[in-house]
Protein backbone atom coordinates (compact mmCIF):
# COMPACT_ATOMS: atom_id res chain seq x y z
CA UNK A 1 0.00 0.00 0.00
CA UNK A 2 1.53 3.70 -0.89
CA UNK A 3 1.14 6.48 1.15
CA UNK A 4 -1.80 8.78 0.43
CA UNK A 5 -0.84 12.51 -0.50
CA UNK A 6 -3.30 15.86 -0.78
CA UNK A 7 -2.35 18.52 -2.10
CA UNK A 8 -4.33 21.78 -3.55
CA UNK A 9 -3.47 24.94 -5.57
CA UNK A 10 -5.36 27.62 -6.04
CA UNK A 11 -7.06 28.74 -9.61
CA UNK A 12 -5.07 31.60 -10.32
CA UNK A 13 -4.36 32.89 -13.74
CA UNK A 14 -0.57 33.24 -14.11
CA UNK A 15 1.68 30.54 -13.24
CA UNK A 16 4.67 30.87 -13.60
CA UNK A 17 8.48 29.02 -13.78
CA UNK A 18 8.48 29.83 -9.72
CA UNK A 19 4.91 27.58 -9.14
CA UNK A 20 6.60 25.07 -11.78
CA UNK A 21 10.25 24.66 -10.16
CA UNK A 22 8.91 25.06 -6.36
CA UNK A 23 5.75 22.81 -6.76
CA UNK A 24 3.99 21.01 -9.61
CA UNK A 25 7.26 19.42 -10.93
CA UNK A 26 7.21 17.90 -7.35
CA UNK A 27 3.81 16.77 -8.02
CA UNK A 28 4.11 14.89 -10.51
CA UNK A 29 7.46 13.40 -9.18
CA UNK A 30 5.65 11.85 -6.43
CA UNK A 31 3.24 10.33 -8.47
CA UNK A 32 5.48 7.71 -8.52
CA UNK A 33 5.60 6.67 -5.14
CA UNK A 34 2.33 7.85 -3.99
CA UNK A 35 -1.36 7.97 -4.29
CA UNK A 36 -1.89 11.57 -4.86
CA UNK A 37 -5.09 13.76 -5.05
CA UNK A 38 -4.45 16.78 -6.66
CA UNK A 39 -7.47 19.57 -6.03
CA UNK A 40 -7.89 22.80 -7.73
CA UNK A 41 -9.44 24.82 -4.37
CA UNK A 42 -11.99 26.82 -6.13
CA UNK A 43 -13.77 27.44 -2.83
CA UNK A 44 -10.46 28.77 -1.19
CA UNK A 45 -10.30 31.24 -3.93
CA UNK A 46 -13.66 32.97 -3.34
CA UNK A 47 -11.88 34.55 -0.19
CA UNK A 48 -10.26 36.20 -2.48
CA UNK A 49 -11.61 36.04 -6.03
CA UNK A 50 -15.53 37.57 -6.51
CA UNK A 51 -15.42 37.18 -10.50
CA UNK A 52 -16.95 34.83 -11.70
CA UNK A 53 -15.63 34.39 -15.23
CA UNK A 54 -12.19 35.04 -14.21
CA UNK A 55 -12.84 31.49 -11.57
CA UNK A 56 -14.53 30.12 -14.49
CA UNK A 57 -11.83 30.58 -16.82
CA UNK A 58 -8.51 30.32 -14.12
CA UNK A 59 -10.06 26.93 -12.98
CA UNK A 60 -9.89 25.45 -16.34
CA UNK A 61 -5.83 27.19 -17.16
CA UNK A 62 -4.32 25.67 -13.76
CA UNK A 63 -6.02 22.15 -14.73
CA UNK A 64 -4.65 22.27 -18.86
CA UNK A 65 -1.06 23.58 -16.42
CA UNK A 66 -1.13 20.79 -14.03
CA UNK A 67 -1.48 17.81 -16.90
CA UNK A 68 0.90 19.72 -19.28
CA UNK A 69 3.67 19.49 -16.64
CA UNK A 70 2.96 15.75 -16.05
CA UNK A 71 -0.16 15.62 -13.56
CA UNK A 72 -1.20 12.07 -15.17
CA UNK A 73 -5.16 11.70 -14.52
CA UNK A 74 -4.89 7.78 -15.04
CA UNK A 75 -2.50 7.70 -11.83
CA UNK A 76 -3.66 10.24 -9.62
CA UNK A 77 -7.34 11.90 -8.70
CA UNK A 78 -7.41 15.13 -10.58
CA UNK A 79 -10.60 17.63 -9.54
CA UNK A 80 -12.09 21.21 -8.85
CA UNK A 81 -12.80 21.29 -4.95
CA UNK A 82 -16.43 22.28 -4.66
CA UNK A 83 -17.24 19.65 -7.22
CA UNK A 84 -17.16 17.45 -4.02
CA UNK A 85 -19.47 18.58 -1.40
CA UNK A 86 -17.84 16.76 1.29
CA UNK A 87 -14.97 19.71 1.92
CA UNK A 88 -17.62 22.22 3.09
CA UNK A 89 -19.22 20.13 5.04
CA UNK A 90 -16.40 18.66 6.75
CA UNK A 91 -15.35 22.08 7.26
CA UNK A 92 -18.54 23.14 9.10
CA UNK A 93 -17.93 20.36 11.45
CA UNK A 94 -14.31 21.17 12.01
CA UNK A 95 -15.35 25.05 12.44
CA UNK A 96 -16.86 23.28 15.27
CA UNK A 97 -13.72 21.69 17.06
CA UNK A 98 -11.63 24.51 16.06
CA UNK A 99 -10.98 27.27 18.28
CA UNK A 100 -11.02 30.85 17.76
CA UNK A 101 -7.61 30.86 19.80
CA UNK A 102 -5.96 29.05 17.10
CA UNK A 103 -6.92 30.48 14.01
CA UNK A 104 -5.60 34.28 15.74
CA UNK A 105 -2.19 32.64 15.33
CA UNK A 106 -2.22 32.35 11.75
CA UNK A 107 0.06 34.99 9.83
CA UNK A 108 -1.40 34.43 6.54
CA UNK A 109 -4.77 36.00 7.76
CA UNK A 110 -2.88 38.69 9.49
CA UNK A 111 -1.37 39.75 6.41
CA UNK A 112 -3.70 39.49 3.85
CA UNK A 113 -6.33 41.00 5.91
CA UNK A 114 -4.28 43.50 6.58
CA UNK A 115 -4.90 46.84 8.54
CA UNK A 116 -8.49 46.24 8.08
CA UNK A 117 -9.48 43.30 10.08
CA UNK A 118 -12.60 44.20 10.82
CA UNK A 119 -13.56 44.34 7.07
CA UNK A 120 -12.09 40.93 6.20
CA UNK A 121 -14.67 37.73 5.32
CA UNK A 122 -15.18 35.11 7.88
CA UNK A 123 -14.22 32.50 4.75
CA UNK A 124 -10.89 34.47 5.09
CA UNK A 125 -10.67 33.93 8.69
CA UNK A 126 -11.82 30.13 8.16
CA UNK A 127 -9.21 29.44 5.33
CA UNK A 128 -7.11 27.31 6.90
CA UNK A 129 -9.92 25.26 8.36
CA UNK A 130 -11.25 23.99 5.05
CA UNK A 131 -7.69 23.35 4.33
CA UNK A 132 -7.82 20.57 6.53
CA UNK A 133 -11.05 19.63 6.20
CA UNK A 134 -9.46 18.88 2.06
CA UNK A 135 -7.06 16.92 3.39
CA UNK A 136 -9.09 14.57 6.29
CA UNK A 137 -12.10 14.14 3.94
CA UNK A 138 -9.00 11.90 2.30
CA UNK A 139 -7.55 10.57 5.70
CA UNK A 140 -4.13 11.74 3.66
CA UNK A 141 -1.32 11.17 5.57
CA UNK A 142 1.19 13.34 3.71
CA UNK A 143 0.65 16.96 1.98
CA UNK A 144 3.16 18.47 -0.16
CA UNK A 145 3.45 22.05 0.46
CA UNK A 146 6.06 25.40 0.49
CA UNK A 147 7.02 26.89 3.42
CA UNK A 148 4.15 29.28 3.17
CA UNK A 149 2.14 26.20 4.55
CA UNK A 150 3.74 24.75 6.97
CA UNK A 151 1.57 26.57 9.81
CA UNK A 152 -1.48 26.06 8.17
CA UNK A 153 -0.70 22.46 8.01
CA UNK A 154 0.21 22.45 11.59
CA UNK A 155 -3.11 23.64 12.13
CA UNK A 156 -4.60 20.57 10.21
CA UNK A 157 -2.74 18.59 12.70
CA UNK A 158 -4.06 20.42 15.92
CA UNK A 159 -7.42 20.12 14.08
CA UNK A 160 -7.56 16.35 13.28
CA UNK A 161 -6.50 15.89 17.00
CA UNK A 162 -9.11 18.03 18.17
CA UNK A 163 -11.79 16.08 16.23
CA UNK A 164 -10.05 12.26 17.13
CA UNK A 165 -10.28 13.78 21.35
CA UNK A 166 -14.08 14.94 20.98
CA UNK A 167 -15.83 12.36 18.69
CA UNK A 168 -13.60 9.04 17.72
CA UNK A 169 -10.03 8.34 19.15
CA UNK A 170 -7.47 7.55 15.78
CA UNK A 171 -10.29 8.66 13.38
CA UNK A 172 -8.38 11.00 10.88
CA UNK A 173 -4.52 10.20 10.77
CA UNK A 174 -2.20 13.23 11.17
CA UNK A 175 -1.01 14.71 8.08
CA UNK A 176 2.48 15.27 7.55
CA UNK A 177 4.07 17.91 5.49
CA UNK A 178 6.15 17.03 2.50
CA UNK A 179 8.36 20.79 2.51
CA UNK A 180 9.33 20.50 -0.97
CA UNK A 181 12.69 21.59 -1.91
CA UNK A 182 13.72 25.32 -0.71
CA UNK A 183 16.81 25.53 -3.22
CA UNK A 184 13.86 25.27 -6.28
CA UNK A 185 13.06 29.25 -4.63
CA UNK A 186 12.64 31.45 -7.87
CA UNK A 187 13.43 34.76 -7.58
CA UNK A 188 12.64 37.56 -10.58
CA UNK A 189 14.70 37.44 -13.24
CA UNK A 190 14.83 41.57 -13.04
CA UNK A 191 15.79 41.52 -9.08
CA UNK A 192 17.31 38.18 -7.51
CA UNK A 193 16.11 39.64 -4.22
CA UNK A 194 12.27 39.36 -4.90
CA UNK A 195 10.48 36.18 -5.45
CA UNK A 196 9.52 35.44 -9.34
CA UNK A 197 6.03 36.49 -9.00
CA UNK A 198 2.72 37.01 -10.82
CA UNK A 199 2.09 40.72 -9.07
CA UNK A 200 5.31 42.18 -10.18
CA UNK A 201 4.81 45.06 -12.89
CA UNK A 202 7.27 43.31 -15.73
CA UNK A 203 5.97 40.58 -17.86
CA UNK A 204 9.92 40.28 -18.31
CA UNK A 205 10.48 39.35 -14.66
CA UNK A 206 8.94 36.07 -14.77
CA UNK A 207 8.73 33.30 -17.16
CA UNK A 208 4.94 32.16 -17.61
CA UNK A 209 4.02 28.32 -18.18
CA UNK A 210 1.89 30.23 -21.08
CA UNK A 211 5.12 31.66 -22.41
CA UNK A 212 6.27 30.43 -26.09
CA UNK A 213 9.86 29.42 -27.09
CA UNK A 214 10.75 32.77 -28.35
CA UNK A 215 9.06 34.90 -25.33
CA UNK A 216 11.01 32.31 -22.74
CA UNK A 217 14.36 32.76 -25.03
CA UNK A 218 14.14 36.68 -24.94
CA UNK A 219 13.32 37.14 -21.28
CA UNK A 220 16.50 34.73 -20.09
CA UNK A 221 18.85 36.98 -22.60
CA UNK A 222 17.31 39.93 -21.11
CA UNK A 223 16.97 39.25 -17.13
CA UNK A 224 19.57 41.31 -15.29
CA UNK A 225 23.08 40.23 -14.83
CA UNK A 226 25.82 41.47 -13.03
CA UNK A 227 29.79 42.96 -13.45
CA UNK A 228 31.31 39.99 -11.62
CA UNK A 229 33.72 37.66 -13.68
CA UNK A 230 32.18 34.25 -14.26
CA UNK A 231 28.91 33.01 -12.45
CA UNK A 232 29.03 32.00 -8.69
CA UNK A 233 26.57 31.43 -5.75
CA UNK A 234 26.74 34.35 -3.91
CA UNK A 235 23.12 35.56 -2.13
CA UNK A 236 24.43 38.60 -0.80
CA UNK A 237 26.17 39.68 -3.54
CA UNK A 238 25.12 38.44 -6.66
CA UNK A 239 21.53 37.37 -6.24
CA UNK A 240 21.16 37.53 -9.86
CA UNK A 241 23.92 35.04 -10.96
CA UNK A 242 22.66 32.83 -7.85
CA UNK A 243 19.11 32.96 -9.06
CA UNK A 244 20.00 31.96 -12.78
CA UNK A 245 22.09 29.37 -11.21
CA UNK A 246 19.38 27.53 -9.31
CA UNK A 247 17.08 27.99 -12.14
CA UNK A 248 19.67 26.43 -14.57
CA UNK A 249 20.47 23.42 -12.15
CA UNK A 250 16.74 23.10 -11.29
CA UNK A 251 15.49 22.52 -14.95
CA UNK A 252 18.87 20.28 -15.70
CA UNK A 253 18.31 18.13 -12.76
CA UNK A 254 21.80 18.56 -11.84
CA UNK A 255 23.35 19.79 -8.22
CA UNK A 256 23.84 22.98 -7.99
CA UNK A 257 27.49 23.07 -6.86
CA UNK A 258 28.20 21.36 -9.88
CA UNK A 259 26.61 23.74 -11.98
CA UNK A 260 28.55 26.40 -10.48
CA UNK A 261 31.57 24.44 -10.76
CA UNK A 262 31.24 24.27 -14.51
CA UNK A 263 30.13 27.78 -15.06
CA UNK A 264 32.83 29.48 -12.92
CA UNK A 265 34.50 30.91 -15.74
CA UNK A 266 31.72 31.31 -18.13
CA UNK A 267 30.65 35.05 -19.14
CA UNK A 268 27.36 36.08 -17.67
CA UNK A 269 25.57 36.86 -21.28
CA UNK A 270 26.99 33.58 -22.94
CA UNK A 271 25.39 31.42 -19.62
CA UNK A 272 22.41 33.30 -20.37
CA UNK A 273 22.14 32.08 -23.80
CA UNK A 274 22.48 28.81 -22.55
CA UNK A 275 20.36 28.97 -19.86
CA UNK A 276 17.78 30.31 -22.40
CA UNK A 277 18.59 27.34 -24.61
CA UNK A 278 18.25 24.55 -21.92
CA UNK A 279 14.79 26.27 -20.59
CA UNK A 280 13.26 26.41 -24.14
CA UNK A 281 13.79 22.80 -24.10
CA UNK A 282 12.48 21.85 -21.17
CA UNK A 283 9.45 24.29 -21.03
CA UNK A 284 8.54 24.86 -24.51
CA UNK A 285 7.07 21.18 -24.93
CA UNK A 286 4.73 22.03 -21.33
CA UNK A 287 3.42 25.41 -23.09
CA UNK A 288 3.27 23.67 -26.30
CA UNK A 289 0.71 20.92 -24.37
CA UNK A 290 -0.84 23.39 -22.55
CA UNK A 291 -1.89 25.80 -25.63
CA UNK A 292 -3.24 22.51 -27.01
CA UNK A 293 -5.56 21.28 -24.02
CA UNK A 294 -6.56 25.13 -23.54
CA UNK A 295 -7.87 24.64 -26.97
CA UNK A 296 -10.14 21.58 -26.79
CA UNK A 297 -11.60 22.33 -22.97
CA UNK A 298 -14.12 19.82 -23.29
CA UNK A 299 -11.25 17.23 -22.61
CA UNK A 300 -10.31 18.72 -19.82
CA UNK A 301 -13.85 18.82 -18.18
CA UNK A 302 -13.87 15.58 -18.72
CA UNK A 303 -11.31 14.87 -16.99
CA UNK A 304 -12.14 17.09 -14.34
CA UNK A 305 -15.27 15.19 -14.09
CA UNK A 306 -13.98 12.27 -14.05
CA UNK A 307 -11.84 13.31 -10.71
CA UNK A 308 -14.36 14.44 -9.21
CA UNK A 309 -16.24 11.27 -9.11
CA UNK A 310 -13.33 9.51 -7.79
CA UNK A 311 -12.33 12.02 -4.96
CA UNK A 312 -15.95 11.77 -4.02
CA UNK A 313 -16.01 7.56 -4.04
CA UNK A 314 -13.08 8.47 -0.99
CA UNK A 315 -14.75 11.60 0.88
CA UNK A 316 -18.33 10.76 1.05
CA UNK A 317 -17.53 7.09 3.01
CA UNK A 318 -15.53 9.51 5.03
CA UNK A 319 -17.91 11.92 5.55
CA UNK A 320 -20.84 9.35 6.55
CA UNK A 321 -18.17 7.95 9.62
CA UNK A 322 -18.15 11.56 10.58
CA UNK A 323 -21.59 12.41 10.48
CA UNK A 324 -22.17 8.87 12.52
CA UNK A 325 -19.44 10.01 14.84
CA UNK A 326 -20.96 13.56 15.81
CA UNK A 327 -24.56 11.53 16.53
CA UNK A 328 -26.27 12.88 13.36
CA UNK A 329 -29.44 11.07 12.79
CA UNK A 330 -29.44 9.67 9.81
CA UNK A 331 -32.42 9.95 7.42
CA UNK A 332 -34.06 6.52 7.05
CA UNK A 333 -37.50 5.15 6.72
CA UNK A 334 -38.93 2.11 8.22
N1 LIG B 1 -3.62 27.08 0.92
C1 LIG B 1 -2.88 26.39 -0.09
C2 LIG B 1 -2.05 27.40 -0.87
O1 LIG B 1 -2.44 28.54 -1.01
C3 LIG B 1 -3.79 25.65 -1.05
C4 LIG B 1 -4.50 24.52 -0.38
C5 LIG B 1 -5.83 24.42 -0.14
C6 LIG B 1 -3.91 23.32 0.08
N2 LIG B 1 -6.12 23.23 0.45
C7 LIG B 1 -4.98 22.53 0.60
C8 LIG B 1 -2.59 22.85 0.11
C9 LIG B 1 -4.74 21.29 1.17
C10 LIG B 1 -2.36 21.59 0.68
C11 LIG B 1 -3.43 20.83 1.21
O2 LIG B 1 -1.01 27.05 -1.38
Redesign the pocket.
Known amino acids: MKGRI?????PTHGLHLGNYLGAIRNWAELQAAYDCIY?I?DL?ALTTVHDPRAMHANTREVAAALLACGIDPRRSVLFVQSNVFAHAELAWILNCVTPLGWLNRMTQFKEKAGKNRENAALGLYA?PV??AA??LAYKAEY?P??E??KQ??ELSRDIASAFNRAFAEDFFPLPAPLILDATARIMSLRDGTKKMSKSEASDMSRINLTDDAEAISLKFQKAKSDSFEGLAIDEASRPEATNLLRIYAALAERPLAEVAADHAGTQFSAFKRELADLAVAKLAPLNAEMRRLMADPAQIDAILADGAERAAAIALPVLEEVRAACGFLRPTRG
Do not use: A, E
Not at 6 to 10: E, Y
Open positions: FSGVQCVHYLQDIVVGDQHL
